[in-house]
């Protein structure tokens, strides 16, 4: 059996005892060939690889990369690379090749990501397949000499990685080993405040790589933390729902870290799966809720796995049993999602972090400190400060060193980091409040944070919301799907007029708009305000009055989901739209079969983002369908 506490005080001595650069994290690292260092799977099979054979993978590309290409030293190069093992393989070798990894952060649009190639100089990049980059491109399969015994590799010692895709601007980070060094060393501390963090399942700590690596959050938490520990990453195949839960349960997976919206839409699934069900189960299941947060205050680590039991209906479907640690980080969490995930006994924390800082502080208490949805107290490694309620940042583990719009910014160990996100402590324990450029300035010369008020329209239905400046005038903007039937919208507008009637008269929104575009950035991990008014001014973000929607009455079909319901069916049967009416037949009048109508329910699934069953042998005619789909799409 595995001695977790042996494990970690000699990988912390060795680093601790170290110049701390990256070779001797990386030596670290591997001081166990025989650990299982990753798994993936192919739908059907694990496959394992060890320490060592990882290692041994690594020493050839580098190998590769000195022989094959002698003029890259000392030079930035480019991973072009999903989060897959591949990815592990080309960010160490480009380290232990003498050169130094850029984490091309794939979430950016191409125009941006040649933009920041070029400020590297970047001339070459690496990856399994040419996407088609300002560099040149390296086929990661081309690397395949075998390493020399006793071949002496250079690493290098620095790093780069980029901001997330929420602002467009150009600004790139660097890191020192002695930075992420510091960063893994927090572990200890986090160790002496939190015994959950280690726990294994049948004998293994595994983490899923759900993050993308060359994302602050995936890189360090993820990554870099448990892998120089010796422990086990977990890759998937697709970011699918199906691959995603499947993925957990057939690996036993252990830690989960994600962002708010993966929590989010965990609970808006289970929430709108209950409303299915009768009063008296929504009941049970509320009651059940209260008496396992209940059972965890009593009993923190044997409440944790009977609420899992006890909660069976749900996890079984979800998780399964062994998911032992989960963070969110990245965004701002609600606490409903907080509360209910807490409750299936999957123990989930908050945490706190920047491209520019690293990660320096999560929640490590228990139940009770989990639910205050704090970031928790700061890390040894760093600093923390408040100076007209914002927070400022400075220590050994952030980056010292950025280049902003073309030009380096170097920064004294002393100096703090201004994170522009506005905080309050209490106890030690911090909150973030909002971000400092998102506030609005109200009608008598008042600060009006957006994201307090965010967090007060608590609108489920809707697919994202935003409180934002428009013309000059505090507006809730909703986006809803292009088929939201008239009965949600009224819904959606009626309770976002409740909340905002209910708030102080200086922090009322002044407009409510809907928009069926898009709100985020797609390549982004939660809505910038920046982003959105740029989207707004150049028209790509469509806002709507409530009274200007055109939205069939009750009592009828939304003629746009009628309309997207007949186009599955005409793409089914491959016929002309126009040979389907309202009430034709799906198979005596246009001829379909049982097995293009198991086609035409899964299509309508897809195209609506819905779950229709197949057990309902009556919906043959498009009017039904649609009126199914408007019913599922109101729950």
Not at 323 to 352: A, M, R
Not at 466 to 485: G, H, Q, R, T
Request: with cysteine; proline share 2%.
């Amino acid at each position: 059996m595995l001695n977790i506490k042996k494990i970690v005080n000699t990988r912390v001595n060795h680093l601790t005892n170290s110049n701390q650069t990256f070779e001797a994290i990386y030596s670290g690292m591997f001081l166990n060939p025989e650990y299982i260092f990753a798994e993936t799977n192919d739908g059907y099979k694990i496959t394992k690889y060890t320490f060592k054979e990882v290692d041994e993978k690594i020493s050839n590309l580098a190998y590769s990369i000195n022989k094959k290409y002698p003029d890259l030293k000392n030079q930035y190069i480019g991973i072009m690379q999903e989060s897959t093992i591949e990815w592990v393989y080309i960010f160490f070798s480009i380290l232990k090749s003498g050169n130094k990894p850029y984490l091309i952060n794939l979430r950016h649009p191409k125009h941006l990501i040649n933009s920041l190639l070029k400020s590297l100089d970047i001339k070459y990049s690496i990856g399994v397949s040419d996407l088609g980059y300002d560099t040149k491109f390296i086929d990661l399969n081309t690397l395949d000499l075998i390493c020399e015994p006793n071949y002496k590799f250079n690493f290098e010692n620095e790093i780069a990685l980029s901001t997330s895709a929420t602002t467009m601007k150009e600004k790139i980070i660097f890191y020192t080993g002695e930075e992420i060094s510091a960063q893994i060393l927090n572990c200890e501390g986090i160790l002496k405040q939190n015994k959950q963090i280690k726990k294994h399942y049948h004998g293994y700590l595994k983490q899923l790589v759900f993050l993308p690596l060359y994302h602050i959050f995936g890189f360090m938490a993820t990554f870099m933390w448990f892998s120089y520990f010796g422990r086990c990453q977990v890759f998937l195949n697709d970011y699918s729902s199906d691959t995603i839960l499947n993925t957990i349960k057939k690996h036993e997976v252990t830690h989960i870290f994600a962002v708010p919206l993966f929590w989010n839409t965990i609970e808006r699934t289970i929430l709108s799966e209950l409303k299915n069900k009768d009063e008296k189960t929504q009941n049970k299941f509320k009651k059940g809720q209260r008496f396992t947060i209940k059972l965890q205050k009593m009993f923190p680590s044997y409440g944790l796995e009977k609420s899992k039991k006890l909660m069976k209906e749900i996890t079984n479907k979800l998780f399964g049993s062994s998911v032992k640690f989960c963070i969110s980080g990245g965004s701002y969490i609600k606490d409903s999602t907080l509360y209910l995930i807490n409750s299936l006994g999957y123990p989930l924390y908050n945490g706190y972090g920047m491209s520019e800082i690293g990660i320096t502080s999560v929640t490590l208490g228990g139940i009770n400190d989990r639910l205050k949805n704090s970031i928790g107290k700061r890390f040894g490694s760093v600093e923390y400060k408040i100076e007209n309620n914002k927070l400022f940042v400075r220590g050994t583990s952030i980056s010292h060193k950025m280049k902003i719009d073309g030009v380096i910014h170097e920064f004294g160990k002393e100096e703090w980091f201004d994170t522009s996100d506005l905080v309050h402590e209490i106890d030690g324990y911090y909150y973030i409040d909002g971000r400092e450029d998102d506030l609005f300035i109200g009608p008598n010369g008042e600060n009006i944070n957006p994201d307090h008020l965010e967090k007060l329209f608590n609108l489920d239905k809707a697919n994202n919301i935003s409180v934002l400046d428009v013309d000059n005038k505090l507006s809730l903007v909703i986006e809803i799907n292009d088929y939201a039937p008239k009965l949600i919208i009224d819904e959606l507008y009626n309770k976002a007029n409740e909340i905002n009637n209910n708030l102080d008269s200086s922090m009322r929104v002044s407009k409510i708009y809907f928009t069926y575009n898009s709100i985020k950035n797609p390549n982004a991990i939660k809505v910038s305000r920046q982003y959105l008014k740029s989207k707004i001014k150049d028209n790509s973000v469509k806002l709507i009055e409530y009274n200007d929607i055109n939205v069939s009455n009750n009592n009828d079909v939304d003629p746009k989901i009628l309309n997207g319901v007949k186009e599955c069916i005409a793409e089914c049967l491959n016929i002309d739209i126009k040979d389907v009416l309202d009430n034709s037949d799906f198979f005596f009048d246009l001829n379909g079969s049982s097995l293009d109508y198991f086609d035409l329910v899964s299509r309508i699934n897809d195209k609506f983002n819905i779950k229709l069953q197949f057990e309902n042998d009556s919906l043959h005619t498009s009017i039904k369908l649609a009126k199914e789909v408007e019913r599922v799409l109101s729950l």
